[in-house]
């Protein structure tokens, strides 16, 4: 699991029918250096990230990748590679000195 930023959402005008009410949007990973607030330059991979927790444009998340993305819709499997597992209100990172 990750933390990611939400910076947009995703529209579709034909998508596969187990989309239908779903919510897409697009999240960047946050790395270390962006959580200290050393690199505010966010340089990593956009993900497309299904959203049912209602996320908007700003809101840091944690992020479900790969199989566990696709988890909380068994037994009806949907095409999902990245699943909002919460709304983060507040992170407190300590660096490792």
Not at 25 to 38: F, Q, T
Not at 41 to 54: N, T, Y
Not at 69 to 95: G, H, Q, T, W
Request: proline share 7%; net charge negative.
């Amino acid at each position: 699991m990750r933390i990611a930023k939400i910076i947009g959402n995703v529209t579709l005008n034909r998508a596969h029918p187990t989309y239908h009410g779903a919510t897409l949007k697009v999240a960047i990973p946050l790395s270390l250096d962006n959580l200290l607030n050393e690199q505010s330059d966010l340089r990593s991979d956009m993900e497309i990230v299904w959203d049912d927790l209602g996320a908007g444009n700003g809101n840091l998340i944690a992020m479900a990748e790969g199989p566990e993305a696709c988890r909380p819709f068994r037994p009806d499997k949907k095409p999902v590679s990245a699943y909002n597992a919460a709304i983060l209100d507040d992170i407190e990172v300590k660096p490792l000195v």
